[in-house]
């Protein structure tokens, strides 16, 4: 059963991609609706198999390492890779709604949607330092392609900004993964950790292990090297930048995150991780309080983005020579942190496109009076912002106390100033946005009324971010499960 | 038995639900919503009555699942919780048959009584909450259902206002967690009991506990506006009357109190908070609080102003009276909890229908408004005089109940403070009254309208009427059984005890 549900899982994207880049748009459409609805079946009968039986290594075409491609099919990868069905799936559903079929170039959406879908499933599965490069590079390809799907000058140059990123941080981790290759003669990641256990570390892993995680630092967008986000994240269409915040920078920090958790402690050092965790800090400040400059929607969305990714590295520092109860409180904050995000911005990214549809205008001053006469657009945007402020009952506070939790019992207070400040920083921008739409224009209302359908998508997402909170236990359970192969190959 | 564990859930839910459904429902849907509304608001008051009587007899109403590795989400009602449920529960109804008459004809009124009912779902929480975790979920929760309450208006003036609140209340917040997070990291996840956990703790940590209350109390003591965190609730009374009734005289001030009584008396218990040397301090930061809120009061024009440091001042009674470290000044501190609620929301009515009907915001223009108003104007009478202490009101009950405590624990300083305050409660209250009553009306009002039979619309009329009924029945039926001051009595007895 299990074996049909992972062929399904990956065969699936790639079969769409290919189906969708014979029709136009609107075909496109509804053959890629009978496909998320696949997907997100197989994905969740997938996770509900992990869930009861507990993970396991996965040969693909029946062929194991090191000749065939291994999949590490864990819990962690489950719920990612439902949490990428409900999100890649909503997404889906309002861009066919949102997009507009017309235009010819618009026909590219969903091969780009359906191979950066794939794309994502093979980084969250897996298990060795090349197939997920392969996974990387189709993410970051089809992201590219996404955003210049707006058409603009614009939507180009930022695209073309954001390939250039995205070509540089692969060549950094590249060439990491080939320096890997020299010293250990494997590519798995596993297999790596498995060998430093019984053997000295030789020297320049340090600077490979570095080069990988500059490379996918780059990728995800840290601070300083958030540059690029900004602009491709606030011009790309919004059931887009709801992909690229929500899913894409999380692919990369995936790996980053995967690498430090098993050659971290072996080849790292505590300098590193404490400037890892210093940039996560700065990205969270700084990003948030370039979102609160921000003349429009779009662009407080994306830079919010920057702060919240900032939370995500805070993982370096806290797994890093520390008892094994607060790696693990660490890691499961991690966790938590980039479920909570990825429903609240896609939430919030979508949400925001509606308003700026209903609107006309992408700029916040412009929200005046919409809180009267777009009460239900505003709401899922408010919830999604509740979740993003790390208040509770959302998962975004179940991360933060986590994170509170691993910073206070390891003795790195700093970061708790940091926790705390940054909430009250993104309350700053969130509350500006509030502030802007409770302001009653004139009486009239002279805003279009975007379809339900556009309206209830946000909305179910950022329920769902909120309602995480309540439920994590349940969902930190499945992560924590037995996996079979522990340690091996 | 199963129904009792899922109690407390249910008296949560009639209101969450309740918000939900008036979220949908279209705003011309006036019957429906007030039906909704109103139905909501009884069936939540019988499920507290129900619980009420069942916590007196020492029925176990408690639910609890683990939401996070080592932090349990726990409802939980003990006498004290059914202090402010009742209290609650009692007063929104009133409120919400006031706000449907207040708000007739004004727009967004779906979102007003949407986030209205979450406000009352949230003080729900805050009452029944068996953490300082589940505490805090509903702590937070008020916050951001009291903002669209506050500007509600829209106007730039409602705007600051609500700006000013969320910066106070959120970085409140943050203090608050932080003391949170670091008592759990310290002593694991602590649930309210009564007597508290601290009674034999460990002298290494005595100074990380002392640091972590003075953490809590400052987070706390944003919502109960204490000197100097005070500032967002003068600026809040932009927001229309039955929410400033219900930011003062139930939800928001009181939350923050009702926090502080619960850290003193379930988390550090009322014995080791007095060893640890913390409750004098606060007693002395409470009666500053008293003196300077009603000091800051006398030079207010504003009415509504005027109530606001008042409520500043009256909070801290609340405070003060746990701070005497002896079960009759707890009592009067706790019953206090109750008095203040229904004294202050008639005078918040009153204000607002002096607001509605005449237009009469200041206080020199209220000349003369007795003979206009008659039954408002009592109500305003028996409310001032209850907050002045004037026997045998609900105000009277506290005063002379801590009074007497602070005798039996030598705290005779108290005294001073509970007498001038009355002066200046007094000072304050007196000049309204007589011009309600003994001045001649200036002519014509600022904005006068004829609104049914009754001198003001019979919505507007009634709960008022009857709250300041409330105010002198619960001082003159003190002695009775389930009267607050008996009520808080049973509290006291049982934090004692234990």
Redesign the interface.
């Known amino acids: 059963m299990t074996l049909w549900l992972m062929a399904g899982l990956l065969f699936t994207p790639l079969a769409w991609a290919v189906l969708t880049l014979l029709t136009d748009f609107s075909r496109g459409r509804l053959v890629s609706w009978a496909g998320i609805l696949v997907q997100v079946l197989v994905s969740l009968g997938l996770w509900l198999a992990v869930a009861r039986d507990g993970g396991f290594y996965y040969g693909l075409g029946g062929w194991d390492a090191p000749l065939g491609i291994e999949l590490r099919v864990d819990g962690l990868a489950v719920t990612f890779v439902l949490l990428t069905a409900v999100v890649a799936g909503a997404c889906g559903l309002h861009a066919g709604a949102y997009i507009d079929p017309d235009k010819p170039w618009h026909r590219y959406f969903w091969p780009l949607f359906w191979f950066l879908w794939s794309g994502l499933n093979a980084v969250w599965l897996g298990g060795d330092l090349f197939n997920l490069y392969v996974g990387l590079e189709l993410i970051s390809l089809s992201a590219v392609g996404l955003v210049a799907l707006g058409g603009q000058a614009g939507a180009l140059r930022a695209s073309l900004r954001y390939l250039l990123a995205a070509l540089l941080g692969s060549l950094a981790y590249l060439l990491g993964v080939a320096l890997i290759y020299g010293q250990f003669g494997t590519l798995s990641i596993a297999g790596v950790a498995t060998w430093l256990s019984d053997h000295p570390v030789p020297s320049g892993s340090g600077m490979a292990l570095a080069l990988m995680i500059a490379g996918l630092a780059l990728k995800t967008a840290l601070f300083p090297l958030h540059r690029w986000l900004p602009p491709a994240h606030g011009i790309a269409k919004s059931p887009v930048s709801a992909l690229l915040s929500a899913l894409v920078v999380k692919a990369s920090f995936y790996i980053a995150a995967r690498l430090w958790l098993e050659l971290g402690q072996p080849i790292g050092s505590l300098a590193a991780a404490q400037l890892i965790g210093l940039l996560g800090s700065a990205a969270v400040v700084w990003g948030s309080w370039l979102a609160c400059r921000q003349q429009r929607l779009k662009q407080v969305v994306a830079y919010s983005s920057v702060a919240q990714i900032g939370y995500l590295f805070l993982l370096f520092p806290l797994t890093f020579s520390v008892s094994e109860t607060v790696s693990l409180?660490a890691q499961?904050g991690m966790t938590l942190q980039v479920i909570s995000h990825a429903l609240a911005k896609a939430a919030m990214f979508l949400a925001a496109g509606n308003l700026i549809l209903s609107v006309g205008s992408n700029r916040v001053d412009a929200l005046a009076g919409v809180?009267?006469f777009l009460?239900f657009s505003l709401?899922s945007f408010g919830l999604a912002g509740?979740s993003l402020?790390s208040?509770?009952?959302s998962g975004g506070f179940?991360a933060k106390?986590?994170l509170?939790?691993a910073s206070?019992?390891s003795g790195q207070w700093w970061w708790?100033l940091v926790l705390?400040a940054g909430?009250?920083l993104s309350?700053a921008y969130i509350?500006r946005i509030?502030?802007a739409s409770?302001?009653?224009s004139s009486?009239t209302d002279q805003f279009f009324h975007p379809s339900r359908s556009l309206e209830v998508i946000p909305l179910i997402l950022a329920m769902l971010a909120l309602g995480l909170?309540?439920a994590?236990?349940q969902v930190?359970t499945v992560m924590a499960l037995p996996f079979e192969g522990e340690g091996a190959p | 038995m199963t129904l009792n564990m899922w109690m407390p859930l249910f008296a949560l839910m009639t209101s969450l639900m309740a918000s939900l459904v008036i979220f949908v429902l279209p705003e011309q849907g006036y019957r429906l919503r007030t039906a909704v509304n109103l139905g909501a608001a009884l069936v939540k008051l019988g499920i507290v009555a129900v619980m009420v009587w069942g916590v007196f007899h020492g029925v176990d109403y408690g639910l609890s699942f683990t939401m996070l590795p080592g932090v349990e989400f726990v409802l939980k009602a003990d006498a004290l919780s059914m202090m402010f449920a009742g209290l609650s529960a009692v007063l929104w109804f009133l409120t919400t048959i006031y706000a449907v008459g207040y708000l007739e004809d004004s727009p967004n009124r779906s979102r007003f009584f949407g986030f209205f009912s979450l406000c009352v779902a949230s003080t729900m929480g805050i009452a029944l909450a068996g953490n300082l975790f589940t505490f805090f979920l509903f702590y937070e929760m008020l916050t951001l259902a009291t903002y669209p309450l506050v500007v509600h208006r829209g106007t730039e003036q409602a705007l600051r206002a609500g700006r000013a609140y969320v910066i106070y209340t959120l970085t409140g917040g943050a203090v608050l967690l932080l003391a949170i997070a670091w008592l759990q990291g310290l002593v694991g996840d602590l649930p309210f009991r009564e007597g508290g956990h601290f009674g034999d703790a460990d002298p290494a940590l005595h100074g990380s506990l002392i640091l972590i209350f003075v953490l809590l109390i400052a987070g706390l003591g944003v919502k109960a506006a204490i000197f100097p965190l005070h500032g967002w609730l003068p600026q809040a009374m932009v927001a229309p009357a039955p929410v400033s009734a219900l930011l003062h005289a139930v939800a928001v001030v009181k939350a923050g109190a009702f926090g502080i009584v619960r850290v003193v008396y379930d988390i550090y218990g009322i014995e080791a908070s007095a060893m640890l040397g913390l409750l004098e301090p606060l007693a002395w930061l409470a009666a500053f609080t008293i003196l300077y809120g009603s000091a800051r009061a006398l030079s207010q024009v504003d009415l509504k102003r005027r109530l606001a440091f008042s409520t500043v001042s009256q909070v801290s009674y609340i405070i003060l009276g746990i701070c005497l470290f002896g079960p009759v000044g707890a009592t009067g501190g706790l019953v206090h909890l109750l008095h203040q609620g229904i004294m202050k929301i008639t005078l918040f009515f009153c204000a607002g229908n002096y607001a509605e009907t005449l237009g009469i915001h200041r206080i020199d223009e209220m000349d003369g408004a007795g003979r206009r108003m008659p039954g408002t104007s009592l109500a305003f009478t028996v409310g001032a005089f209850g907050m002045i202490g004037a026997p045998p009101l609900a105000g009277f009950i506290t005063k002379w109940t801590m009074g007497t405590g602070a005798l039996a624990s030598n705290m005779d300083w108290v005294i001073g403070v509970l007498v001038l305050s009355s002066l200046l409660n007094a000072a304050y209250f007196l000049p309204i009254l007589h011009r309600l009553w003994f001045r001649e009306p200036r002519g014509s009002w600022p904005h006068e309208r004829q609104w049914g039979r009754l001198e003001t619309s019979a919505w507007l009329f009634w709960p008022p009427m009857l709250t300041a009924a409330m105010t002198v029945l619960v001082g003159v039926l003190a002695s009775l059984p389930f009267s607050p001051l008996s009520w808080a009595e049973l509290v006291v007895l049982r934090a004692y005890s234990s």
């Open positions: 409180q499961q809180s009267r009460p709401f509740v402020m208040l509770p009952p179940a106390w986590l509170l939790q206070l019992g708790v705390l909430g009250l309350a509350f509030y502030r409770f302001l009653e009486g909170g309540l994590s236990d930190l």
